[in-house]
């Protein structure tokens, strides 16, 4: 039986409970068992219970939430070759072959340092006796689907990554509000979004609440 593993890295994003729900229960509807990793990376790295088999109703009624309901956390020791040893030991054990990731550039990036080492560090578990090649067997390719989660819609490969269309909505009642109070004090406004290194956002809302200028990293002002 497929065992698949999932879990939300980084900053967390409007609409990340409902992909977590869509993995969970798309992946029961296939017969396959689905585990939840809390607290993303870190859970695979310290484990303590942070693994933990997910079924239909774990899932129900979070459509409306924000954040994340299995957590989300910076892991600095899944930077280290160290760390990612440690995680592919932990899923080995518990028996999961396949992961979705859902999270923003950074995660994805840890997402494909660990499927090019999975071999590598598979191999070296087994020749350790970290883990019984009985444990190994079948498991030398680890299969990861990304799930982009993050506001900037920064991702190349997606038309709108989740929780993106979410804040450009908040930008655009947020800019709706003041707008009244900049008409009648005759001032200018200026509206910092986020989005890092992606105009996207900046460029969307300039747009819908029709902005006289709008400044995007991809094209900056000539100072």
């Not at 017969?31 to 933990?52: C, H, K, L, S």
């Not at 990304?146 to 997606?158: E, F, P, Q, R």
């Not at 001032?187 to 300039?206: D, T």
């Amino acid at each position: 039986m497929k065992k698949i593993g999932v879990l939300t890295s980084g900053g967390d994003a409007p609409g990340m409970n409902a992909a977590v729900r869509a993995v969970v229960r798309a992946g029961l509807d296939q017969g396959a068992e689905v585990y939840a990793i809390f607290d993303g990376y870190r859970g695979m790295v310290e484990a303590d219970g942070r693994i933990q088999k997910m079924t239909w109703q774990d899932v129900g009624g979070i459509l409306q939430q924000g954040g994340t309901i299995i957590g989300t956390a910076r892991c600095h020791q899944f930077r280290e070759r160290d760390g990612r040893l440690i995680a592919a030991r932990r899923l080995l054990e518990q028996g999961i072959d396949s992961l979705v990731i859902i999270g923003g550039d950074g995660s994805l990036t840890g997402a494909h340092i660990l499927h090019q080492e999975w071999p590598e560090l598979v191999a070296e578990l087994v020749a350790s006796g970290r883990i019984t090649p009985e444990q190994a067997a079948g498991r030398e390719e680890l299969t990861i689907v990304g799930l982009v989660g993050s506001i900037d819609n920064d991702m190349w490969g997606t038309d709108i990554s989740i929780g993106a269309d979410t804040a450009l909505h908040r930008i655009t009642d947020a800019v709706d509000d003041i707008a009244s109070t900049a008409a009648s004090h005759q001032r200018a406004f200026v509206v910092e979004v986020m989005g890092r290194n992606c105009g996207y956002l900046a460029l969307m809302s300039a747009i819908a609440a029709g902005a006289d200028w709008v400044l995007i990293p991809e094209s900056p002002p000539d100072l």
